[in-house]
C-alpha cells in the first residue's frame, strides 16, 4: 500500500512538472521577429523566467510593432506594458516598446515586473527577507535596472521592514551591503542592510557602492509646463504619499501627474482645477494661471490653487472652523466669497452655493463622516481646503 502510494506521488510530481506553464516573447521586434512565434524563456521554479543573448529590434508604432510575454503559447494569457527596459506588465496590456539591442531579459509570471540588461552588464538585484518576507535569503533577488552597466535602479517595489543585500548576478557569495539606511557606502561582503517597509525608489552605482533607498518621486508635465511631455517637474514630499509644488506657471494646456520620471504609472483626469487622478486616465486641462499644487499618491486626489499677486487678499488666507465639525463650518474672508463649492473624495461637486458675503455658514448635517474638499472663489482667483466631518 505504502508502495503505491509512492508512485501516485511521484507521478503526481512528474505531471506537475510536465505541466509547468511555458512563458515565451512573440512580436514584431521579437527574436522570432513575428507575432505568431514564440521564444521560450527559461525557468527553475515556475515563477522567474530568464533569456539571455536575446536581440531585439526598435519598436516605432504601439498599435503594431513591439512585444508581449504570453503562456502556453495563447493569447488567452499575455502580459504587456509600454516601458521598457524594465516595467510591470499586466493582462492584455499595451506592446512592450523595445530598442534595438542584445539583452538579458527577466519575467515574473506572478507579479508581471520585466527587465531587459544589455547582455555583458553584471545582472544585479536586491536580496534578502525585506525583499520576500516568506523565503527570506531562501527566496529569489529582485532585478534592478541599468542603461550603462554602472548605475542600476528599482522602481515601483514596496519593501517589507527586514534585511537585505545587493546581489551580483544571484551569486550568494557577492553580495554587498551596510549598515547605513536609507543611504550608505555599501561594501563586498559587507553586513546586511536594514530597510525600512514602504515603496522606495533604489539606486545603485557599482563602481562606488553608493545607494540610496528614497521616496518615489512624482513629477507633473505636459503642454501645460515649461518641460513639455520631454521631462518631468518634480513635486516635493516629505512622506512618500502628499507631494506639493508651489508658485509653479502654467499655460493654457494639459497636464498629467507620474511616478519615477516613467509612464508605468501615472495618473490624469478631465476634471479641474481639483479631482482625483485615475491611473492611465485622460489629460487633466489647465487654465493659465501660477498654481499651489498638491497631489496625493495614495488616493490620486490633485488640487490647483491659483496664487495670486497681492497675498494680503488671497483667497488663500480664507478661513474655516471649526474643523473638523460635527455640523457647521463657518467661511471668513477679508473680501467678498462670490462662490462655495463642496467636493466629496472622488473630486465629484456635491453642494454649490453663492454667498456674495466676507462670512458663510457651510452646513454638514446631512453630511456622512469623512474627508471633503471645499473650493472658495472670489474674482478670478480660488483656494481648495480640505475638511473634515466627525
Known amino acids: 500500500m505504502k508502495k503505491q502510494l509512492l508512485i501516485l506521488i511521484t507521478l503526481f510530481f512528474c505531471i506537475q512538472f510536465n505541466y509547468a506553464q511555458v512563458i515565451s516573447m512573440i512580436g514584431s521586434t521579437s527574436p522570432s ?26 519598436a516605432t508604432d504601439p498599435s503594431s510593432t513591439g512585444l508581449k ?8 494569457v499575455n502580459w504587456g506594458s509600454a516601458n521598457f527596459p524594465s516595467g510591470t506588465a499586466t493582462q492584455n496590456g499595451a506592446n512592450i ?45 529582485v532585478d534592478m535596472v541599468t ?20 546581489r551580483f548576478d544571484e551569486n550568494g557569495s557577492n553580495t554587498w551591503g551596510s549598515t547605513a539606511f536609507p543611504a550608505g557606502t555599501a561594501v563586498q561582503g559587507g553586513p546586511s542592510i536594514q530597510v525600512a517597509g514602504g515603496e522606495w525608489f533604489v539606486t545603485f552605482n557599482k563602481n562606488t557602492g553608493v545607494y540610496t533607498f528614497a521616496y518615489p518621486s512624482v513629477g507633473i508635465l505636459g503642454t501645460a509646463t515649461s518641460v513639455g511631455w ?36 501615472n495618473w490624469g483626469s478631465l476634471d479641474f482645477p481639483t479631482g482625483t487622478g485615475v491611473q492611465n486616465g485622460a489629460e487633466i486641462p489647465v487654465t493659465a494661471a501660477t498654481y499651489d499644487i498638491t497631489f496625493d499618491k495614495s488616493t490620486g486626489n490633485y488640487a490647483f490653487t491659483n496664487t495670486l499677486s497681492n497675498p494680503q487678499n488671497s483667497i488663500s488666507k480664507a478661513k474655516i472652523y471649526p474643523n473638523p465639525s460635527n455640523t457647521i463650518w463657518n467661511l471668513s474672508h477679508s473680501i467678498t466669497i ?24 457651510l452646513d454638514g448635517c446631512e453630511l456622512s463622516h469623512g474627508v471633503y474638499f471645499v473650493k472658495i472663489k472670489s474674482g478670478a482667483d480660488f483656494a481648495v481646503q480640505k475638511i473634515i466631518k466627525n
Open 33 to 58: 521577429g513575428s507575432w505568431t512565434v514564440d521564444t521560450n524563456m527559461n525557468t527553475t521554479d515556475n515563477v522567474t523566467y530568464t533569456l539571455n543573448n536575446v536581440t531585439v529590434t526598435t
Open 69 to 76: 510575454f504570453r503562456q502556453n503559447a495563447d493569447w488567452a
Open 97 to 141: 516598446m523595445t530598442q534595438a539591442g542584445t539583452y538579458d531579459v527577466t519575467f515574473n509570471r506572478v507579479n508581471g515586473t520585466y527587465t531587459f540588461i544589455p547582455s555583458g552588464f553584471t545582472n544585479i538585484g536586491i536580496w534578502g527577507p525585506a525583499v520576500d518576507a516568506v523565503n527570506g535569503f531562501g527566496g529569489p533577488d
Open 147 to 166: 542603461t550603462d552597466g554602472i548605475n542600476y535602479t528599482l522602481s515601483g517595489f514596496t519593501f517589507t521592514t527586514g534585511t537585505a543585500y545587493f
Open 230 to 265: 520631454g521631462s518631468d517637474i518634480d513635486l516635493n514630499t516629505t512622506d512618500g504619499f502628499s507631494y506639493t509644488i508651489s508658485n509653479l506657471a502654467l499655460t493654457d494646456g494639459v497636464v498629467k501627474f507620474r511616478k519615477d520620471n516613467a509612464w508605468d504609472i
Open 338 to 361: 462670490d462662490s462655495v463649492e463642496l467636493y466629496d473624495v472622488t473630486g465629484k461637486v456635491i453642494q454649490s452655493f453663492k454667498p456674495n458675503a466676507n462670512q458663510y455658514e
